[in-house]
């Protein structure tokens, strides 16, 4: 039996990014860029919440300049994606873990993905 070709962590890291850049750029929706993301996931071996994480670190970069007044968290989500509604508890504790990883992140904390979020059992 021969093994499966191993793709390197870095192309599917960067694969990811691509994917869901690209979807922005060609105005998909939030359901595209989420599928976009999961076409580089591998079972047991890659997930893209670091290269997504990435993504929003730099897009906080950009929307909040050093030097510029603080974004304000509350109503973040509702006001940048209107189309998406976060039904229960797991959805809302998701995506508010995911503004405040990429908010440490850019801080300079790393926080511990696979800690954090080995219990949710739903991706990140």
Same mark, same amino acid.
């Given at each position: 039996?021969?093994?499966? #070709?191993?793709?390197?962590?870095?192309?599917?890291?960067?694969? +990811?990014?691509?994917?869901?850049?690209?979807?922005? $750029? @060609?105005?998909d929706d939030v359901s595209n860029?989420? +599928?976009? $993301? @999961?076409?580089?996931?591998?079972?047991?071996?890659?997930?893209?919440?670091?290269?997504?994480?990435?993504? $929003?670190?730099?897009?906080?970069?950009?929307?909040?300049? $050093?030097? +510029? #007044?603080?974004?304000?968290?509350?109503?973040?989500? #509702?006001?940048?994606?209107? #189309?998406?509604?976060?039904?229960?508890?797991?959805e809302h504790r998701n995506s508010? *873990?995911?503004? *405040? +990883?990429?908010?440490?992140?850019?801080?300079?904390?790393?926080?511990?993905?696979l800690s954090d979020a080995a219990?949710?059992?739903?991706?990140?």
């Open positions: 039996m021969t093994k499966p #070709e191993r793709i390197d962590q870095d192309v599917l890291h960067r694969r +990811a990014q691509v994917a869901v850049l690209s979807g922005l $750029a @060609a105005c860029l989420m +599928a976009a $993301a @999961a076409s580089s996931v591998v079972l047991g071996g890659f997930t893209p919440d670091v290269a997504l994480l990435e993504l $929003a670190v730099t897009v906080l970069d950009l929307a909040c300049p $050093a030097g +510029a #007044e603080p974004l304000v968290c509350e109503g973040l989500r #509702e006001c940048h994606l209107p #189309e998406v509604t976060f039904r229960g508890r797991v508010q *873990y995911a503004l *405040y +990883a990429a908010a440490c992140t850019r801080g300079g904390l790393q926080p511990d993905l219990w949710w059992q739903t991706p990140l």
